[in-house]
Nanobody
């Protein structure tokens, strides 16, 4: 399975961006992670086959993850962006509800100017 992420860019604080990640096949769990300069990669959000979703506390209420199974695509709508959201964002996927993510896309840069 291949994952192709897109949608990153430069935005002012308070602005919005929508990331997309297209998969070459259907997968049970699709997720977004991010890695800021000098920091470890961290979990952002995940969505399961049932469309149940989970979020990191730092993005709750600002980010929304969704999926279009007809297109094997997951989205991350990011609103009220903050400077600290600046990072390379990666999409990931797995064929199960739990466990490690088996598939990773290339990163897409999100830069929030203060």
């Amino acid at each position: 399975v291949q994952l192709q992420a897109s949608g990153g860019g430069l935005v002012q604080a308070g602005g919005s961006l929508r990331l997309s990640c297209a998969a070459s096949g259907s997968l049970y769990t699709m997720a977004w992670f991010r890695q800021a300069p000098g920091k470890e990669r961290e979990f952002v959000a995940a969505i399961f086959w049932s469309s149940r979703s989970t979020y990191a506390d730092s993005v709750k209420g600002r980010f929304t993850i969704s999926r279009d199974d007809a297109r094997n695509t997951v989205y991350l709508q990011m609103n009220s962006l903050k400077f600290e959201d600046t990072a390379v964002y990666y999409c990931a996927a797995r064929g199960t509800a739990n466990g490690p993510y088996d598939y990773w896309g290339q990163g897409t840069q999100v830069t929030v100017s203060s």
